[in-house]
């Protein structure tokens, strides 16, 4: 599945080039779980002559910048998306979430005075970084500022990853090798976590709101 995967990232940048690295970047931002390691690398690969300073289809710059903008557009969409559905939806439907209401104002304070260095870091961390948009809109980061830093952490992550591609060029597969274990040992932890997470949480939570039920019907 993931050599299927991998070829469709492949020959759709192959057949469509600078706006198939955009559009996979913009997903892949916009928490649809695809390889930014893959679509990176690979359009670092095709500029791997014009690099050399033989011509190429693919410039090195604008696959830096191309993909850089798809992550910010990406970003965008994922952060509106928590910013106007994220706190309507946790107020109606938290006690299946298992999420307490005050817990998003805790979100909130977290991302007023710690969201820049979590963006940055998530930015440059796989998995991590194609899900940080979204509760960065549900806790309501100032727009701005979280603009600023997703394309601060977004801007190395492209350049290195299209360096690389483009210095290895045929072998940029070597690379993706590499961080694939990393980003399945992300998966996994995350997975482990949250199993965890919500078994402690499940009594406890449930048991809150119902409290909370009680007492607006007293």
């Known amino acids: 599945m993931l050599a299927i995967f991998q070829e469709f990232v ?18 892949e931002s916009a928490c649809v779980p695809i390889p930014s390691e893959v679509t990176m690398l690979f359009g670092g690969a095709l500029t791997a002559t014009a690099f050399a300073g033989e011509g190429s289809e693919l410039g090195f710059w604008a696959v830096v910048i191309v993909g850089t903008a798809g992550n910010l557009i990406g970003s965008w969409l994922a952060y509106w998306a928590g910013d106007y559905g994220g706190r309507p939806l946790i107020d109606r439907f938290g006690r299946y979430l298992l999420i307490r209401p005050h817990e998003v104002d805790k979100a909130h304070a977290w991302f007023e005075h710690r969201g820049e260095v979590t963006v940055f870091v998530s930015r440059l961390l796989p998995v991590v970084r194609t899900f940080i948009s979204l509760p960065a809109g549900v806790a309501e980061m100032p727009f701005v500022r979280f603009t600023f830093y997703t394309v601060l952490g977004c801007l190395p992550w492209c350049l290195a990853l299209t360096w690389l591609g483009a210095t290895l060029g045929d072998n940029w597969t070597a690379v993706e090798e590499i961080l694939r274990p990393i980003a399945w040992l992300i998966a996994i932890v995350l997975v482990i976590a949250a199993i965890v997470v919500i078994k402690h949480r499940w009594t406890t939570v449930r048991a809150e709101y119902a409290a909370l039920d009680a007492a607006k019907k007293a």
């Open 10 to 27: 492949t020959t759709t940048i192959g057949d469509y080039g600078l706006l198939a690295i955009f559009v996979l970047m913009l997903l």
